[in-house]
């Protein structure tokens, strides 16, 4: 009996030796399995993410990591050959382990295979701008990077935050009461003491850093084509940026008490692109509105890529209670296939009109750092032409907007 226990033990031994090896994370030393005998290596998840920095949450079956809005899912198996096959993550025992390859690929980490010990580093990130602004009584710090960037809170007030990765800022702060003090595993960053303690958002290569009230109605940003010296289509005296104003305009007051309706602009002037990009980055719909010649109506959304998730993020808030997390995330953080479902809306309720709307995905710079649903709605001229028809498709649109958000047309609301 005692020998089949040294036998077995041996055999164990050898099927571990084979199958084990060297994984550097951020210049640490840990390990490596091959799950299934197959070629792919793992690494021990939870070391992965306290090397790098990153946000780490298992919930419901799965184990997310995360840098910035990037957020690696993997599912779990508990068979090796399942896992590799799938690319799932894979518990043996206690400990998790996740492909080390696919990680690097969704989160853009350095990886390297340097004779078979696969390495692993955070790449360096730069601080491109602070920018302070204002939404209504919340003010916002918006920092942006030349990539997706894991942020720490590590005092509240006066906030600092460790910016992990992050080996160049700017060379001046914009403000003297904005301080950087560079260390070792990247940069913290000082901002100035207020009254509340902070909230971060993460989104596409930038970080938001909030204070003040949470407005308690949902944030709907309306984005009316061109303006200043760019009128946009043209088409006898109709000119684009006039007829995407005025409709905005009215949907505003039609969503108004329901929403907290913010326009990119609220007059004839220019507004940059990275500007109406950068408002859409804290609604949670936002709406761009085109006008083409025809009389063709086109849903534009952004292809989903790496999307912020409500779950995935839920790691980053851990001083605050689930249901205070869910709370403020949901604001800005719209579930996958949102934007699908929002560009889905408007095309039905313009069928309620007898006008059909096609909807298309396309990659458009504008809604390319949406955090909740964001698309861009072309509508022909031909049906912008008169007051009645621009009432109308403000209507439509409107009752796009409560079909998506669960609303019901209220008060202040007219059906078409
Ligand atoms: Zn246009």
């Given at each position: 009996m005692r020998r089949i226990w040294m036998v077995l033990t041996v055999l164990l031994g050898l099927t571990w030796a084979q199958y084990e090896g060297r994984l550097l994370v951020g210049g640490q030393e840990s390990q490596a399995i091959y799950p299934g005998g197959d070629s792919v290596a793992y690494g021990p998840a939870r070391f992965i993410a306290e090397a790098l920095g990153l946000g780490y949450l298992e919930a419901t079956g799965k184990v997310y990591l995360s840098l910035g809005s990037r957020v690696a899912a993997f599912a779990i198996s508990s068979?090796?050959?399942?896992a590799v096959r799938q690319l799932n993550a894979y518990r043996n025992q206690d400990s998790l382990w996740v492909p080390v390859r696919e990680l690097a690929r969704v989160l853009d980490l350095y990886y390297r295979n340097d004779y078979g010990a696969p390495v692993l580093a955070l790449r360096p990130a730069r601080l491109l701008e602070v920018q302070r602004a204002m939404a209504g009584s919340s003010e916002r710090y918006i920092l942006r990077f030349d990539?997706?960037?894991?942020?720490?809170?590590?005092?509240?007030?006066?906030?600092?935050?460790?910016?992990?990765?992050?080996?160049?800022v700017p060379d001046a702060p914009p403000t003297s009461a904005i301080s950087f003090s560079k260390e070792s595993w990247g940069t913290e960053i000082y901002l100035p003491q207020g009254s509340d303690p902070p909230r971060l958002m993460f989104l596409p290569q930038q970080v938001v850093v909030e204070r003040g009230p949470v407005t308690r109605l949902p944030r709907v940003v309306l984005d009316a084509g061109h303006g200043g010296a760019d009128t946009g289509v043209a088409v006898g005296s109709l000119r684009e940026?006039?007829?995407?104003?005025?409709?905005?305009?009215?949907?505003?007051?039609?969503?108004?008490?329901?929403?907290?309706?913010?326009?990119?602009?609220?007059?004839?002037?220019?507004?940059?692109?990275?500007?109406?990009?950068?408002?859409?980055?804290?609604?949670?719909?936002?709406?761009?509105?085109?006008?083409?010649?025809?009389?063709?109506?086109?849903?534009?959304?952004?292809?989903?890529?790496?999307?912020?998730?409500?779950?995935?993020?839920?790691?980053?808030l851990s001083a605050?209670?689930?249901?205070?997390?869910?709370?403020?995330?949901?604001?800005?953080?719209?579930?996958?296939?949102?934007?699908?479902?929002?560009?889905?809306?408007?095309?039905?309720?313009?069928?309620?009109?007898?006008?059909?709307?096609?909807?298309?995905?396309?990659?458009?710079?504008?809604?390319?750092?949406?955090?909740?649903?964001?698309?861009?709605?072309?509508?022909?001229?031909?049906?912008?032409?008169?007051?009645?028809?621009?009432?109308?498709?403000?209507?439509?649109?409107?009752?796009?907007?409560?079909?998506?958000?669960?609303?019901t047309s209220s008060g202040g609301g007219t059906r078409p």
């Open positions: 068979q090796g050959a399942d990539r997706d960037v894991q942020v720490r809170l590590l005092a509240n007030n006066p906030p600092r935050l460790a910016m992990i990765g992050v080996t160049e940026k006039d007829l995407t104003l005025s409709v905005v305009q009215q949907l505003q007051k039609l969503l108004q008490g329901q929403a907290e309706v913010v326009l990119t602009r609220n007059g004839d002037q220019a507004v940059p692109l990275l500007a109406r990009a950068q408002y859409a980055s804290t609604a949670q719909v936002f709406i761009s509105l085109h006008a083409a010649p025809g009389s063709q109506v086109t849903v534009f959304s952004h292809p989903e890529i790496q999307t912020l998730r409500l779950l995935e993020k839920g790691r980053e605050r209670s689930p249901a205070a997390q869910r709370a403020i995330l949901e604001r800005y953080v719209a579930a996958p296939g949102s934007a699908a479902r929002l560009a889905q809306a408007v095309a039905e309720s313009f069928a309620t009109a007898g006008i059909v709307a096609n909807t298309s995905q396309d990659a458009m710079y504008v809604l390319s750092m949406a955090g909740g649903a964001a698309v861009l709605v072309e509508v022909g001229i031909e049906q912008l032409r008169t007051p009645q028809a621009r009432a109308q498709v403000a209507q439509l649109l409107a009752r796009a907007v409560r079909s998506y958000m669960g609303l």
